[in-house]
């Protein structure tokens, strides 16, 4: 076994398919494929469960990748120390985030920790909290920015922001012609809402409608606000979403108000997992972040 069918092996997962794991490889898909099998046997298991739409992690596959990762981490780490030796702070930063403020907050990091580390590259990935938390857990990052909540146990944590909830409007519904700048959930229950798609957001957001003993008519969840914002413009329905969402419109088409009565708030946070050996561009971004 060589450190290249690690790689190809952790593309492979990644990715899903033979043909885009290829085309991010750089190779043509057969030397792939033989490759992969080349690993199989030698393990004397199957790693992946091949069909027409893709391939998918059998149970050894998962084990296997766990070992994989730490492999990859370790061989990516000791390259890190040596270059460090003699050209100072150099490799990768993996880092995955939401949307909403996270983006400007860490074109803030990138910018100052470049001139502080002009060697270190960034790969940066986007999702929702819980594909972002899940991305941190399997080892395909170093740090996370999402909103919380979190499990505390699992993770380390360091609260970045806060931010109001707010709901986007379609400038020609009925609640965009009444006075204010905010909006109760009496208010928006009688009309079709646009939510997050995180698991738990819709727990949370029924709770705060059940504060005044009404409920919340779900009509779409979305991961991405700007699509979110899209679905409102087209008079689709009532988006709520953190304050940060306001970037994105159009005043002569969507209005924004600030959620009141409960007057709730979204949480920024930079996690890691504890208890976990990170690289040293990862060690050093983190105590640039929150020191």
């Not at 398919?17 to 085309?23: G, H, I, L, P, Y």
């Amino acid at each position: 076994m060589e450190l290249r069918h690690i790689h190809y092996f952790l593309t492979l997962a990644e990715e899903g398919s033979f043909s885009k794991a290829a085309q991010k490889l750089l190779i043509a898909q057969p030397p792939l494929s033989r490759q992969i099998k080349d690993l199989e046997d030698e393990l004397g298991v199957s790693l992946f469960t091949r069909s027409s739409k893709g391939v998918i992690l059998t149970a050894a596959g998962e084990k296997f990748r766990q070992y994989a990762l730490q492999i990859d981490y370790l061989s990516n780490q000791s390259i890190e120390v040596v270059k460090e030796m003699n050209h100072g702070l150099q490799g990768t930063l993996y880092l995955a985030s939401v949307e909403g403020r996270a983006p400007h907050m860490i074109s803030e990091w990138v910018a100052d920790f470049h001139k502080l580390y002009p060697h270190v590259e960034f790969n940066l990935w986007n999702g929702n909290s819980d594909d972002v938390l899940q991305r941190l857990q399997n080892g395909l990052c170093d740090l996370a920015v999402i909103v919380g909540p979190y499990n505390q146990e699992h993770l380390v944590g360091k609260l970045l922001f806060d931010e109001p909830w707010i709901a986007m409007i379609p400038i020609t519904h009925p609640l965009a012609k009444e006075k204010g700048d905010s909006v109760t959930p009496e208010k928006l229950a009688p009309y079709e809402l646009i939510i997050p798609s995180r698991h738990s957001r819709l727990q949370e957001i029924t709770d705060w409608f059940a504060l005044k003993n009404v409920k919340p008519r779900i009509i779409c969840r979305m991961a991405h606000v700007l699509n979110a914002y899209e679905l409102t413009e087209q008079n689709v329905g009532i988006a709520i979403y953190p304050a940060a969402a306001a970037i994105y419109a159009d005043k002569s088409k969507v209005i924004t108000k600030k959620l009141v009565d409960p007057a709730v708030t979204a949480s920024y946070y930079i996690t890691r997992l504890t208890g976990k050996n990170m690289s040293l561009v990862a060690e050093e971004f983190w105590k640039y972040v929150v020191k």
